[in-house]
């Protein structure tokens, strides 16, 4: 980065963790690029000269929202909570296709469309694919297992999963199970 501070110019460096800088002086090439507050404007299609067009990032947003909206109806599911590691992984990739595009004016409408339609068919054919081959499911989804056996918690197990006492009586309640001793068994 460039400052200029007076009548003279200074190139700043920052150290590798960003908690100090150091300032070398330094001379143009070109005309350095003044930031002025007309910059910020709703104004220019296609946010040309460095300007940031604040239609195009509500564009973006709103093919986006409408996006996950569709995916979440057109996949059978209620919401975005992740019910295994496709879901954690799909809604990853959501968040940084659409955070690293939004912002950038070099990325069109219609590029950001087709990203967002190229991902869907990506989610939808994995979910096609692991409804179809068991073996894929099991690789990609894991395999159920079995927490409560008549009665029994196996805590080992749980454990294992990553399922704590609390996470598992809270499963239980929302559910309409007040005792353990009601459950034949639980995957």
Known sequence: M????????????????????????????????????????????????????????????????????????????????PSNAIDQVQNYIFGGIIGGTIYNSQITNLQFIVIMLIWSVIVFTIKFLTSQNTTLNKLINGSPQVLISNGIINVRRALKNGVTASELTFKLRTHGVNDIKDVQMLL
């Open 2 to 81: 460039t400052l200029q501070i007076g009548k003279k110019y200074y190139t700043v460096s920052f150290n590798g963790d960003q908690s100090s800088y150091s300032l070398a002086k330094t001379n143009l090439v070109n005309q350095p690029h003044q930031v002025k507050s007309a910059d910020f404007s709703f104004g220019s299609a296609g946010g040309t000269n460095g300007e940031m067009d604040y239609w195009d990032i509500a564009l973006k947003f709103i093919v986006g929202l409408i996006t996950i909206v569709l995916q979440i109806n057109l996949s059978g599911k209620g919401n975005l909570a």
